[in-house]
Antibody, heavy 121, light 110 residues
């Protein structure tokens, strides 16, 4: 059974860079036709797609975050990562990593449990 | 890209049917049959209940169904049960190779 687990600092200083990693177990990132993405949810608010990466490392980003976001894959570790630069309090959210179908359909079929990242000094 | 439009809340009594609408544009819902619906219970990760407009993942009750007409997608829950009380989000692929979400609908089972 596929499992995804987010990891990273729970507290980030304003203007700094938020970095999270998603470790995938029970399946291989590199032998998959699925996409691997990040979705966030500010406390008490709705979901926001941040971006996604394919097994061939093609990336797709939310236009509103594109200038600050980088998603990458570490195939040897079966992990993918999120970097979000110049964070502010508005970036405080639960961050989920997901596996999904993309471009040929839309199906967010596997989710991590989510990790809360607070931006505060 | 603009968020999809959902009602903030809907309610229904056990056994009834309810429908949640999700309105987009010709660039997202109207252009592709790539609409998903997610269910989220408090303090849990979302779970997909409908993908590609009307397909149900294995293990999801057939009381959940999805449809689309023009720029609007709909989620119908029949035979409402207490466990259906949750937040529901629609999401769609867009012509810009991106994903857009609705603002979410809180379902209350009376």
């Amino acid at each position: 059974q596929l499992q995804l687990q987010e990891s990273g600092p729970g507290l980030v200083q304003p203007s700094e860079t938020l970095s999270l990693t998603c470790t995938v177990s029970g399946g291989s990132i590199s032998r998959s036709t699925f996409f691997w993405g990040w979705i966030r949810q500010p406390p008490g608010k709705g979901l926001e797609w941040i971006g996604s990466i394919s097994y061939s490392e093609s990336t797709y980003y939310n236009p509103s975050l594109r200038s600050r976001v980088t998603i990458s894959v570490e195939k040897s570790k079966n992990q993918f990562s999120l970097r979000l630069t110049s964070v502010t309090a508005a970036d405080t959210a639960v961050y989920y990593c997901v596996r999904h179908v993309f471009l040929s359909g839309l199906d967010f079929n596997s989710w991590g449990q989510g990790t809360l990242v607070t931006v505060s000094s | 890209q603009s968020a999809l439009t959902q009602p903030a809340s809907v309610s229904g009594s056990p056994g009834q049917s309810i429908t949640i609408s999700c309105t987009g544009t010709r660039s997202d819902i109207g252009a592709y049959n790539y609409v998903s619906w997610l269910q989220q219970h408090p303090d849990q990760a979302p779970k997909v209940i409908i993908f590609d407009v009307s397909h149900r993942p294995s293990g999801v009750s057939d009381r959940f169904s999805g449809s689309k007409s023009g720029n609007t997608a709909s989620l119908t829950i029949s035979g409402l049960q207490a466990e259906d009380e949750a937040d529901y989000y629609c999401t769609s692929y867009t012509g810009s190779s991106t994903v857009v979400f609705g603002g979410g609908t809180k379902l209350t089972v009376l």
